[in-house]
């Protein structure tokens, strides 16, 4: 299943938007603060996948069931970039565990690897996991950190979250992952570069969240 929040007109539109254009992106708290919108609103869509379970509420004039989440999701976000947006999961799932995974990339005039240098998660043996990187690119630093994180157990199902896509990376991701997952991304662009950036994407997450990096 692929959710892309951009098919329908809404005002995260906005919020992506803003997180596009270049003159706005010289604000760093605003961009932060985008980041972080569209994962609320990515985390509220993607909670209507989950599974739940009727609970009873006492209130001061009766009794009330409602539907809540029959187990918290396992939140997996990769440093640096997903930070922002990672926390607009957890101000959803405020009781989820979390995990981090360090991961960069390296790049010559003829390949690009990534290194995977910090893993930390709980047991993933049964859960449903999310995984929270912001730019979809080449799909290879989702696909190794789904490797790594494996050796923690296998999840029920994987959720993989991104701001931006680029084609090549969803193809990478079908063909790659051999367990069941989810893709959801606030927009699918047209194309990665030669520099396997995303066109037209929004530049450098990172980056724009906390300054250069040497």
Same mark, same amino acid.
């Given at each position: ?21 270049a ?14 919108r569209?994962? =609320? ?19 001061p ?10 187990e918290q999701?396992?939140?997996?976000t ?30 010559? =005039?003829?390949?690009?690897?990534i ?9 993933? =043996?049964g ?44 193809? $990478? ?16 662009? =047209?194309?990665?570069n030669?520099? $396997? ?18």
């Amino acid at each position: 299943m692929i959710f892309i929040l951009n098919d329908q007109d809404t005002i995260a539109n906005q919020f992506l938007l803003q997180l596009r254009d270049a003159g706005m992106q010289q604000d760093r708290m605003r961009f932060r603060k985008n980041m972080e919108r569209l994962g =609320e609103i990515m985390a509220y869509e993607l909670s209507k996948k989950l599974t739940y379970s009727s609970h009873e509420a006492v209130t001061p004039l009766g009794k009330s069931r409602i539907n809540i989440l029959k187990e918290q999701p396992v939140m997996i976000t990769i440093l640096r970039a997903g930070l922002p947006f990672f926390q607009g999961f957890m101000n959803f799932f405020d009781q989820a565990d979390s995990g981090f995974i360090g991961a960069f990339r390296k790049e010559d =005039e003829n390949h690009l690897t990534i290194k995977l240098e910090y893993v930390a998660t709980t047991s993933l =043996e049964g859960k449903t996991v999310i995984l929270i990187d912001p730019m979809l690119a080449t799909g290879r630093s989702v696909a190794d950190s789904v490797s790594a994180i494996l050796r923690n157990g296998k999840p029920y199902h994987l959720h993989i979250v991104s701001l931006v896509a680029a084609p090549e990376g969803i193809a $990478y991701l079908k063909k790659h992952l051999m367990l069941p997952f989810s893709l959801w991304t606030c927009a699918v662009d =047209e194309k990665l570069n030669d520099q $396997y950036y995303i066109v037209p994407g929004l530049g450098d997450a990172g980056d724009l969240s906390y300054g250069t990096k040497l």
